[in-house]
């Protein structure tokens, strides 16, 4: 499997799409590039001594919401990406990427039907929204908007907790719901500070200034 003729595919097909509506051009490509790196840090933490599945899964990664983000676009992603694989890949590695993109969006089915590959592409896929990228996408919704500063900070207060838990509780390895709980207390940091600069204030003032006085002293 030729993975760099792979890549230029996926990047041919969805350089200019965003992943949804309100997305930015090219996120699409650039969604399935991130899933495809994590879902393989994944892999080691989960199933250190077996890298059988690396090369399917970064595939799977790179194209697994070709379709789009609509209900049925797992499995719609599944069938556009088996027809673009089929000069790369043979027909027993199209079904086993297939396999995995039609499952990625089954987080409320009995998990026992499920491969720990599964399971693996819909934790990277569901973290990949969190820390970071929250801020990112945060500010560019504000820029499309046009709100301003004291609006995201209204904003970072109402933060939709019982969405957070539901998706939380949807991750299938405990690892993944760690790297969750990192990336939201970094998030849930950053607007403590933001609250504070983004009126004006400065962020351990105090700290600051007993510092200041204790050199001058
Ligand atoms: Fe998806
Ligand atoms: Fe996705």
Redesign the pocket.
């Known amino acids: 499997m030729d993975l760099e003729s792979i890549r230029q595919t996926a990047y041919g097909l969805m350089e200019k799409r965003a992943a949804d509506e309100s997305g930015e051009i090219g996120d699409a490509y650039d969604?399935g590039q991130r899933?495809g790196r994590l879902v393989i840090s994944l892999r080691k933490y989960i199933l250190p001594d077996d890298d059988s599945y690396d090369r399917l899964l970064t595939v799977a990664s790179w194209f697994?919401?070709i379709a789009g983000d609509h209900d049925n676009h797992a499995r719609q992603s599944a069938e556009m990406t088996g027809e673009r694989l089929k000069e790369y890949c043979s027909g027993a590695d199209i079904r086993k990427i297939c396999a995995l993109i039609s499952g990625h969006e089954d987080r409320v089915c009995d998990k026992k039907q499920l491969s720990d590959y599964v399971k693996l592409l819909q934790d990277a896929?569901l973290l990949d929204h969190y820390g970071g990228y929250e801020l990112w996408d945060a500010f560019l919704q504000a820029k499309r908007h046009g709100y301003g500063i004291p609006d995201v900070i209204e904003q970072s207060k109402s933060a939709r907790f019982e969405k957070l838990l539901y998706n939380r509780q949807l991750l299938n390895f405990d690892i993944s719901k760690l790297i969750f709980d990192d990336r939201r207390e970094f998030i849930s940091a950053f607007y403590k500070r933001f609250a504070v600069e983004g009126t004006g204030g400065i962020w351990n003032g105090d700290l600051i200034l007993s510092y200041f006085y204790s050199l001058n002293n």
């Open positions: 969604h899933v697994h919401d896929d």
